[in-house]
């Protein structure tokens, strides 16, 4: 059996040259463009999402918290007069970011729900 012209010799090398460039460029063009990721990239990338779900399931609990508060006209008041940057260590302070269940304010749902409280006259 007589082994084809593209595997002897120079055509050979050409042609396991070809296959590496096309095989690189695939990889290449893929990750850049093809949207592929790689299983680590993608579980972060589901991490982040799953975190700011919960971050917008739970403020508008601590809004809730906030407004039906004792004294809320007050606490809006002083939220008001309280630096933008500050604000949602306002909400921390008051434990209106404390979820049922937790001891400790969440931060993330602190600023969230400062955010949403800004948003109120």
Do not use: Y
């Not at 209106?96 to 993330?108: E, I, L, N, V, Y």
């Amino acid at each position: 059996m007589q082994i084809p012209a593209i595997l002897q010799g120079d055509a050979l090398k050409r042609f396991l040259q070809g296959a590496a460039a096309g095989a690189v460029a695939t990889v290449v063009i893929g990750f850049a463009w093809g949207g592929w990721t790689l299983g680590s990239t993608a579980r972060q990338m589901a991490d982040d999402r799953a975190k700011i779900a919960v971050v917008e399931a739970l403020a508008p609990i601590c809004v809730d918290k906030f407004q039906h508060a004792t004294d809320a006209t007050v606490n809006l008041a002083a939220f008001k007069k309280v630096d933008t940057w500050q604000r949602g260590d306002f909400i921390e302070k008051g434990g209106w970011a404390t979820m049922p269940g937790s001891t400790t304010a969440d931060s993330t749902v602190a600023r969230a729900c400062a955010r949403a409280l800004n948003i109120i006259k």
